[in-house]
Nanobody, 124 residues
Framework: QVQLVESGGGSVQAGGSLRLSCLASGYFRSYCMGWFRQAPGKEREGVARIYITGGSTYYADSVKGRFTISQDAAKNTLYLQMNSLKPEDTAMYYC??????????????????WGQGTQVTVSS
């Protein structure tokens, strides 16, 4: 059984930084992993994705240059380094893993495993 457990969320002032972690357990080999977020009253949106095999990364325009996705295979852990945080980054952040193959760009419809989420709140 695949389990994804996020940590590292919290409250921070605008301009600050946070690093989210996602520990994957169980028999687990996913070719893509990613971070998504959902703010109250809004649809869930993809934030960042990583193609595990090749290391390619993909970002939403709203976070490019501020967020960095990375992974430590030895620790089965996915990270999201978030710098220069803005109030509009406030959301529940979810770690996700692909449940099927859909190409090396990790399209959002391949993600089928989800964590429980970690809250990020950015105050102005």
């Amino acid at each position: 059984q695949v389990q994804l457990v996020e940590s590292g969320g919290g409250s921070v002032q605008a301009g600050g930084s946070l690093r989210l972690s996602c520990l994957a357990s169980g028999y687990f080999r996913s070719y893509c992993m990613g971070w998504f977020r959902q703010a109250p009253g809004k649809e869930r949106e993809g934030v960042a994705r990583i193609y595990i095999t090749g290391g390619s990364t993909y970002y939403a325009d709203s976070v490019k240059g501020r967020f960095t996705i990375s992974q430590d295979a030895a620790k089965n852990t996915l990270y999201l380094q978030m710098n220069s945080l803005k109030p509009e980054d406030t959301a529940m952040y979810y770690c996700a893993a692909a449940a099927k193959y859909g190409g090396s760009q990790c399209p959002e419809n391949v993600f089928g495993y989800w964590g429980q989420g970690t809250q990020v709140t950015v105050s102005s």
